[in-house]
């Protein structure tokens, strides 16, 4: 008995493992991309976010009598926040007042949308240039 040649040899895929193929490719590709195109928006919202916090935990201490803000020197307030302090008298006073956690290069990123201004330490939606 003799077999024809497509029962003996088969070539190339069918077509449904080539559409299975094409979805999970699609699907792995809409994991990746979104996330590798999006690091900067997430870097960005980090950076904003450390500014706000610093900025809330400065506004608390001055509540409370603390002043760690240093005029026109953004930089060497943000270092003060990151030592902290507190008050020695008043309804606040033994609260520790301070940024824990926060490195070095997150503090000049978060710098970036923070300006002094009247003695307080504001934070700036966009960016200083």
């Known amino acids: 008995m003799k077999t024809s040649f497509h029962s003996r040899c088969r070539s190339g895929f069918s077509l449904f493992e080539l559409l299975m193929f094409i979805a999970i490719l699609g699907i792995l590709v809409g994991i990746v991309l979104p996330s590798a195109l999006a690091g900067d928006d997430f870097k960005a919202a980090k950076d904003r976010r450390n500014a706000q916090e610093l900025v809330s935990v400065c506004t608390c201490a001055q509540v409370a009598g603390l002043n760690f803000v240093i005029a026109g020197d953004v930089p060497a307030t943000i270092q003060n926040l990151r030592i902290g302090g507190a008050p020695a008298e008043g309804s606040f006073k033994g609260r520790k007042f301070f940024v824990s956690g926060m490195k070095d290069s997150d503090a000049e990123d978060a710098a970036q949308y ?3 201004e009247n003695g307080s330490l504001i934070y ?5 240039n």
């Open 114 to 116: 923070l300006d002094i």
């Open 124 to 128: 700036r939606l966009n960016k200083k």
